[in-house]
């Protein structure tokens, strides 16, 4: 590890002014139990042999990188490259981490995973790993992204897990988080709450990084070895910020771009895009501190984007440091140019990419005209095929983007 990575965030969790742990008072010993659990069991050689194992032989890794040949074509000027984090089983990078969490949450001696889920995706890779070590999983889902979102709870089902509709409020992500909490609470001492970004509570943004760091280590070693020098520009799609983080890792102190690009939906206005880092402000948000998108009441903002898995009105408090201290940047692309980088991709390359992963895709191909002779790589979070019926029933074949 680097010294950045070692040195952040401190001891309390903050990585600058972002991050620690507000919790509620009987969260404390669990989060804690959870902090000593993670230095002590993560750095063990068993633990690191059986993450390796799992990580080879149940996940596929390494994912290779891939050479956008005929996008950075089509595109003119930089070429092209992407992290196949959509060849990694169950389809995203989001499983790199869950198998970890489970890993611990075993050593622990816990017997059970929970977690909320929004469009399903974090449900899905965390009961993937409850099936793999034989625990119990309990997913909260709020009502609206059940019906919304069919497949993904038919998956949790036949994973085995217990799915808990939430049916208060605006029956969506953040009644869920709190649902799972709430349940969380009186189960603690044999069930592990697995959080499904870099977000919430400490040690969850750092732990979270930590086991997504794979991806910029096997990234930065394979493009090392395909081009024999460092991509010019490293780029990712920020949801909370996990695959983002992951990639970043491995370049944090190499003289590279970083890129964060956020959703900018259908517009700047508040409402319609998820773009916090460029129009959000300090704030704390789930237990942490970050930036924040607000409505006028100072509460977290309604957000919208052609991509579920982006839409968070806070960010992974890394991110935020990242951006105050310069030394990564935030971009955004909207949903038509997330929906025309996902054809493009399909189209040109053969890869049907998450709408999630299209806006990385987007920010490349509007980028490379403007960097002749330079390197563009990004990370593709996860594969479309959760997409395609969506996409195909309210745009037809992209024929009009
Ligand atoms: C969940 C998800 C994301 C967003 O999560 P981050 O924590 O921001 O990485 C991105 N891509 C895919 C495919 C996802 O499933």
Redesign the pocket.
Same mark, same amino acid.
């Given at each position: 590890m680097t010294t950045y990575l070692k040195d952040t965030p401190n001891a309390d969790g903050y990585f600058g002014d972002y991050g620690g742990a507000m919790l509620p008072p009987p969260l404390v010993p669990h989060f804690k139990e959870i902090r000593e659990a993670y230095d002590k069991i993560s750095k063990s050689a068993e633990f690191i042999r059986d993450l390796r194992y799992i990580r080879k032989h149940f996940q596929g890794r390494p994912t290779p990188v891939s050479h956008l040949k005929n996008l950075s074509d089509l595109a003119g000027g930089a070429q092209i490259y992407a992290k196949r984090?959509?060849l990694n089983h169950t389809?995203?990078?989001?499983l790199n981490h869950c198998m970890a969490e489970a890993l611990l949450a075993k050593h622990m001696g816990k017997t059970k995973l929970m977690a909320e889920t929004g469009?399903g995706?974090?449900g899905v890779?965390l009961a993937t790993a409850a099936a793999y070590f034989g625990m119990e999983c309990e997913i909260h889902m709020g009502e609206i992204d059940i019906a919304k979102e069919a497949p993904n709870v038919t998956r949790m089902k036949l994973l085995g897990a217990t799915v808990v509709p939430v049916g208060f409020g605006g029956r969506s992500l953040k009644e869920a988080v709190d649902s799972a909490f709430q349940a969380y609470v009186p189960q603690a001492d044999h069930a592990l709450f697995a959080i499904?970004?870099?977000?919430g509570p400490h040690p969850f943004p750092m732990m979270?990084r930590n086991f997504?760091h794979i991806v910029g280590i096997e990234a930065r070693e394979q493009f090392l070895d395909m081009t024999g020098e460092l991509p010019d520009i490293v780029a990712?799609?920020? @949801?909370?910020?996990?695959?983002?983080? &992951?990639l970043f890792a491995g370049f944090i102190e190499d003289d590279v771009a970083l890129y964060g690009v956020e959703p900018m939906g259908t517009s700047s206005k508040l409402g319609e895009h998820a773009a916090t880092i460029s129009f959000g402000e300090d704030g704390d948000i789930h237990g942490f501190r970050t930036m924040v998108l607000k409505d006028e009441n100072g509460d977290p903002a309604p957000v919208h984007t052609v991509?579920s @898995?982006?839409d968070?009105p806070g960010v &992974?408090p890394e991110h935020a440091h990242l951006y105050r201290t310069g030394k990564a940047n935030y971009t955004s692309a909207n949903d038509k140019e997330a929906l025309k980088a996902f054809f493009d991709l399909s189209r040109h390359e053969g890869i049907i990419?998450?709408?999630?992963?299209a806006h990385a895709v987007a920010f490349a191909t509007r980028e490379a005209p403007k960097n002749p002779g330079k390197s563009i790589l990004i990370?593709l979070?996860?594969?479309g095929d959760k997409d395609i019926d969506y996409v195909t029933e309210t745009f037809g074949f992209g024929e009009d983007l």
């Open positions: 984090e959509d389809g995203a990078h989001k469009a995706q974090h890779a499904g970004s870099v977000v979270v997504q990712a799609c920020v @949801g909370g910020g996990s695959n983002a983080m &992951g991509a @898995g982006l968070y &992974g990419p998450a709408l999630e992963s990370n979070s996860g594969r």
